[in-house]
């Protein structure tokens, strides 16, 4: 089975620091996502990537930059933490060959900012 | 533009009921369409998906999907609901001729069972 693993289950930080989220799958998938889910709007992608290095922007991406070194690992990066991004934070990885494979998600990783 | 829509925020069936969930798209080339559950405090898992062929999908967990063109719709269904089917539904859109990696994704509805 796929395993999406993302290093916090809850996080709290304060205004203007720097946060890091992490996100590792063991199925050597080419894509990686991080959306963030917030009540009535659903899932909106705020970055993805197809391969290392690579990265696209999504919808929402003010406020966010992400690290993909290796392909297993994808990092979203708050460079200086605000309010309005506290949510919850879904990483998902597909494979990349078969255009129409579905996506396999995180635990999720609740990061509020105090 | 690709679009999806949940117009329901929440579905409250009695258990044994047949239930269904609605989902309506809009892409301008052919729709790859995919439905996903989320228990609470998890992330999301795959339920179903229509690439093509028969409109009628089966998945896990003894839950099935339509689609139909004319309508630009998918929605899921199951004959008899459960009260462990109480949860968070998602259905998500790709764009299959357009070469995006992008999945755009409803708003979810919550779907409650009642004992």
């Known amino acids: 089975d796929v395993k999406v693993t993302q290093s916090s289950r809850y996080l709290v930080k304060r205004t203007g620091e720097k946060v890091f989220l992490e996100c590792v799958q063991d199925?050597?998938?080419?894509?990686m996502f991080w959306y963030r889910q917030d009540p009535g709007l659903g899932l909106r992608l705020i970055y993805f990537s197809y391969d290392v290095k690579m990265k696209e922007k999504g919808d929402i991406p003010e406020g966010y930059s992400v690290s993909r070194e290796k392909k297993e690992r994808f990092s979203l990066i708050l460079e200086s933490a605000s309010t309005n991004q506290t949510s919850m934070y879904l990483c998902a990885s597909s494979f990349a060959l078969i255009s129409y494979n579905e996506q396999f998600f995180g635990p999720g990783t609740r990061l509020t900012v105090l | 533009a690709q679009s999806v829509a949940q117009p329901e925020d929440q579905v409250n069936v009695a258990e044994g009921n047949p239930l269904t969930v609605k989902c309506t798209y809009s892409v301008s080339g052919n729709p790859y369409l995919f439905w996903y559950v989320q228990y609470p405090n998890r992330g999301l898992q795959f339920l179903l998906k229509?690439?093509?062929?028969?409109?009628l999908v089966k998945g896990s967990y003894g839950f099935e999907a339509e689609f139909n063109k004319s309508q630009t719709s998918f929605h899921l269904k199951k004959p008899s609901a459960l009260v462990s089917d109480s949860a968070l539904y998602f259905c998500?859109?790709?764009?299959?001729?357009?070469?995006?990696?992008?999945?755009?994704f409803g708003t979810g509805t919550r779907l409650k069972v009642l004992a």
């Open positions: 998500a859109v790709r764009d299959g001729s357009s070469g995006t990696y992008k999945y755009i």
């Open positions: 229509y690439i093509t062929g028969d409109n």
């Open positions: 199925m050597d998938h080419e894509n």
